[in-house]
């Protein structure tokens, strides 16, 4: 065979050896986007999508690549941080940023804290998503699931009203002891007689009217409440128990009333989203007792 030959044949084979090995080698992913995580939140939420919401990229792009997300109750500054250090670039927050149902930021332009915490999600690259009107849509709400998880009233449940639990007789002072252990709250607060008799309980997570409570408080024993205003709903009770009404409200503050549906939701977005690691980073209660001074 003739020299000619012999380099043409190996020209061949080494041109079919870089054919094949490029057929093989594998296609680098493309990243996962913002935009796309919340697609597949519009896709598997269950209701349609409502033209008007709060619930909208409220820092970043939809096109940034995202590394991992973190879930959390409020996105306050010391959760953007903790999330930053472990690398979790979207924050997908119940409620608002910027310290405003609507997360209006006109009013703060000048203000030097908007500013600081605008500046860092920006400097870290990071974005924000807030989820919070269709996550209580949800079928079941997100929110209301996380929590009673949490409490493990799943077995209370009445069948017929899905905000109304059903206790064996419990004192109202245990129960509420129980409702702290469970939820590591500091600064409950409770209006009723510790030895009132709690049977049947309304719970409503978040912020509560006074005319809500009052409905409530009629179909029940205890109201449970993230927060209302002291000057309706708490005087209502503090009313309806001087006339002689067995009641009691519970208030467990507007966060720790609805931070394990964040939890919750965690859970629920692991399983759509496999790429990338989806922690829940627990919003830090905000208060303390004077008697239990802490950090």
């Not at 913002?34 to 709060?54: A, F």
């Not at 309706?232 to 002689?244: C, H, N, R, T």
Request: glycine share 8%; aromatic share 8%.
């Amino acid at each position: 065979m003739t020299p000619y030959h012999t380099s043409r044949r190996s020209f061949l084979m080494a041109t079919l050896g870089l054919s094949a090995t490029s057929l093989i080698r594998p296609v680098k992913p493309q990243s996962l986007t913002v935009g796309q995580v919340i697609d597949r939140i519009k896709t598997n939420v269950g209701i349609p999508w409502r033209e008007q919401t709060v619930d909208n990229l409220i820092a970043g792009t939809n096109e940034m690549p995202v590394r991992g997300i973190a879930s959390t109750m409020m996105a306050t500054l010391d959760v953007l941080q903790r999330a930053s250090a472990k690398g979790l670039n979207l924050v997908i927050t119940h409620e608002p940023t910027y310290y405003s149902h609507q997360d209006r930021t006109e009013p703060l332009q000048q203000d030097a804290l908007y500013q600081l915490k605008r500046d860092f999600i920006q400097q870290h690259g990071m974005a924000v998503f807030h989820f919070h009107d269709h996550w209580h849509g949800h079928k079941p709400d997100g929110i209301a699931t996380g929590m009673i998880r949490e409490l493990g009233w799943q077995k209370n449940i009445d069948p017929g009203t899905p905000r109304l639990f059903t206790f064996q007789s419990t004192p109202l002072a245990r129960f509420a002891q129980d409702m702290a252990a469970k939820l590591t709250i500091r600064t409950m607060r409770v209006i009723g007689d510790p030895q009132l008799t709690v049977r049947r309980v309304i719970a409503s997570w978040g912020n509560v009217s006074l005319m809500q409570g009052v409905g409530y408080l009629a179909q029940s024993d205890v109201v449970v409440v993230g927060e209302t205003h002291e000057w309706e709903l708490m005087e209502y009770v503090q009313d309806a128990i001087a006339s002689g009404q067995k009641k009691a409200l519970v208030i467990l503050g507007h966060l720790v009333s609805e931070q394990a549906g964040m939890k919750y939701c965690t859970e629920w977005l692991k399983g759509f989203i496999p790429e990338v690691p989806v922690d829940f980073l627990a919003s830090a209660e905000p208060y303390w007792r004077v008697d239990q001074p802490t950090k």
